[in-house]
């Protein structure tokens, strides 16, 4: 079965810092995408990224980054310059195979990162 | 464009209570999804629909729990009797159509339980 793991239960920074929260995952599929959602304390995940397994390259956006690496089954993500609404908890996931031939999200158990000003 | 609405946002019950949780998906959107979220852990699915039909609910604790999306739209959530260990925020998550991983979830704020 699927599984992401995120080592780091808890991470906290002072603004300005950069900040690299890991993921790693396992998986039997050659085919998968791979995601990245933010929980801020009111709760809604927040949607930034998802990426296909075919797609190795590094993706920037603003003071975001990730970086897939399938060799080592990694798909880290970068925040630059830590601000203090970047406060929340971060959520790697991964699609899975459900009943019926469609998709399903299976989620780590998430990183809290705090911000400090 | 509107969210995904959840109502209630709290609710707190006794253990063997009966509990039901709504859920209004981003209209237009076929796909509808539950999840239960443990405190420190991440969402894991409950139930998913494609349009009015079950297409996953596979980690669905029978017994206790029911959900169903009548017309394809809204959809609700029971738990009777509820347990202490179902405790949790419930999530519902709406996507365009369940056949791709093209597809983005988008959350609702969810309901938080408290079971006493």
């Known amino acids: 079965a699927q599984k992401v793991t995120q080592a780091q239960t808890e991470i906290s920074v002072v603004e300005k810092e950069d900040v690299t929260l890991d993921c790693v995952y396992e998986t039997r599929d050659t085919t998968y995408y791979l995601f990245w959602y933010k929980q801020p304390p009111s709760g809604e995940l927040v949607f930034l990224i998802r990426r296909n397994s075919f797609d190795e390259q590094n993706e920037i956006s603003g003071r975001y980054s990730w970086n897939f690496q399938k060799s080592t089954s990694s798909f880290n993500f970068t925040i630059t310059a830590s601000q203090v609404v970047d406060s929340a908890v971060y959520f790697c996931?991964?699609?899975?195979?459900?009943?019926?031939?469609?998709?399903?999200?299976?989620f780590g158990k998430g990183t809290k990162l705090t911000v400090n000003p | 464009e509107a969210g995904v609405a959840q109502s209630p946002r709290y609710k707190i019950i006794e253990k063997r209570q009966s509990v039901a949780f709504w859920c209004n998906p981003i209209?237009?959107?076929?796909?509808l999804y539950w999840y239960q979220q443990i405190l420190g852990q991440g969402p894991k699915l409950l139930i998913q629909?494609?349009?009015?039909?079950?297409?996953?609910d596979s980690q669905l604790p029978k017994d206790r729990f029911s959900a169903e999306r009548l017309k394809g739209v809204d959809s609700t959530l029971k738990i009777q009797p509820a347990k202490l260990e179902d405790s949790a925020v419930y999530l519902c998550?709406?996507?365009?159509?369940?056949?791709?991983?093209?597809?983005?979830?988008?959350f609702g704020p969810g309901t938080r339980l408290t079971v006493l």
């Open positions: 996931a991964l699609s899975e195979p459900s009943q019926g031939g469609s998709e399903k999200l299976v």
């Open positions: 209209s237009g959107h076929a796909t």
């Open positions: 998550a709406s996507s365009l159509e369940a056949y791709s991983s093209y597809n983005e979830q988008f």
């Open positions: 629909f494609q349009n009015n039909g079950v297409v996953d």
